[in-house]
């Protein structure tokens, strides 16, 4: 297992700025491949369809940015699942734009597919185990792990 490609994505979780409406230019030319596929949680229609370069994660941004206010992210855990690919696992809310009610922070996972240093792929899942199942792994695996 190569160790290359999660601190790749610790220093860019350490460096993203978490204000979806900030597409800062030199991460994205540092972390992300210009014709990036980035996938969103398909539990949410409008963020379930893939993005496709630096201005579709600018397009997922805005639309993230139109339902929530002060959204954050943090990630917890960083898993090489082999074949250039990582899973982290996060945890995400924010407060509802216009109502302002606290959403809940909510278990998630990002799996990340890397080329040459850089981000080719990203799918968001709203259920962790359903990001697991993609990688064929389960929850009794990654507690193994630990």
Known sequence: MSTK?????????????????????????????PEIEWTGPREFPDLGETHHGYEGIA??????????????MAPERFIDVGDDRVLVFSREGGRG??????????????????????AVRMQS????????????????????ET
């Open 5 to 33: 490609n999660i601190e790749i994505l610790r220093s860019l979780y350490a460096q993203m700025p978490f204000d979806p409406l900030t597409v800062r230019p030199d991460l994205l030319e540092e972390f992300f491949d």
């Open 59 to 72: 397009s997922y941004g805005a639309k993230l940015a139109e339902a929530m206010d002060d959204y954050r």
């Open 97 to 118: 734009k216009g109502s302002g009610a606290e959403v809940q922070t909510h278990l998630t996972a990002h799996l990340w597919t890397l080329r040459n240093g850089r």
């Open 125 to 144: 899942d709203w259920e962790r185990a359903d990001a697991l199942k993609a990688v064929g792994l389960t929850e009794q695996d990654v507690l193994n």
